[in-house]
């Protein structure tokens, strides 16, 4: 099973560019997230969708947009990408959090914003 | 910030001895989670404990949860090289629909 895949792994990006991150998952989740991981500050929520046609910010969505394109798929995106969005970003998916379920992750894309 | 804490940020032991992580959370829980991260990887979910729920085992792993203290811990025991790796615990609050991780400890067992 593939799980959630997540692509591209590594990027690099110059001041001021887009990119998109893909995430894709075939469980058949509801729910689905977007976090971004730092040393020595765990994982933190940058946007997650509790469904198909929803989305909502997490603690730190400045800089990014996301799109739940259906329900297998779930897109972030940088407009004008900085060097504070150096990051290792995960994707994430799992049934209705409150039912005592695990989230699924994605083996991250590796970003360097120089 | 929902962002839990786990104690310690770092630990190094020798193969064969137990490790115990702690995490600190602030909020009412559903449940609390512990996740494993291999370096360079995803993290993998290892355990659930529900917030009626004191222990919980699970092979070499033993967790306990303390809710009113607002706190859990990891027993890995007769640790293996294999098990280096971060741990990190998540909450799902009573109330929410996220998964809140925290900073995660770093675990390295030496052969």
């Known amino acids: 099973n593939a799980g959630v895949t997540q692509t591209p792994k590594f990027q690099v990006l110059k001041t001021g560019q887009s990119m998109t991150l893909q995430c894709a998952q075939d469980m058949n989740h509801n729910s689905m997230y977007w976090y971004r991981q730092d040393p020595g500050m765990g994982l933190r929520l940058i946007y997650y969708?509790?469904?198909?046609?929803?989305?909502d910010k997490g603690e730190v969505p400045n800089g990014y947009n996301v799109s739940r394109l259906n329900k297998r798929e779930f897109s972030l995106r940088l407009e004008s990408a900085a060097p504070s969005q150096t990051s290792v970003y995960f994707c994430a998916s799992s049934e209705d959090p409150g039912v005592d379920t695990e989230a699924f992750f994605g083996q991250g894309t590796r970003l360097t914003v120089v | 910030s929902q962002q839990g804490e786990e104690d310690p940020q770092a630990l190094s032991i020798q193969e064969g001895e137990n490790a115990t992580m702690n995490c600190s959370y602030k909020?009412?829980?559903?449940?609390l989670q512990w996740y494993r991260q291999n370096s360079g990887r995803g993290l993998v979910h290892l355990i659930l404990i529900r917030s009626n729920e004191r222990e919980k085992h699970s092979g070499r792993l033993r967790v306990t949860l303390d809710t009113s203290k607002k706190s859990s811990s990891l027993l890995i025991t007769a640790s293996r090289a294999a098990d280096t790796a971060s741990y990190f615990c998540?909450?799902?609050?009573?109330?929410?629909?996220?998964?809140?991780f925290g900073t995660g400890t770093s675990l390295t067992v030496i052969p």
């Open positions: 909020t009412s829980i559903n449940n």
């Open positions: 998540a909450t799902v609050s009573n109330t929410g629909n996220q998964f809140y």
């Open positions: 969708s509790a469904s198909e046609g929803t989305t």
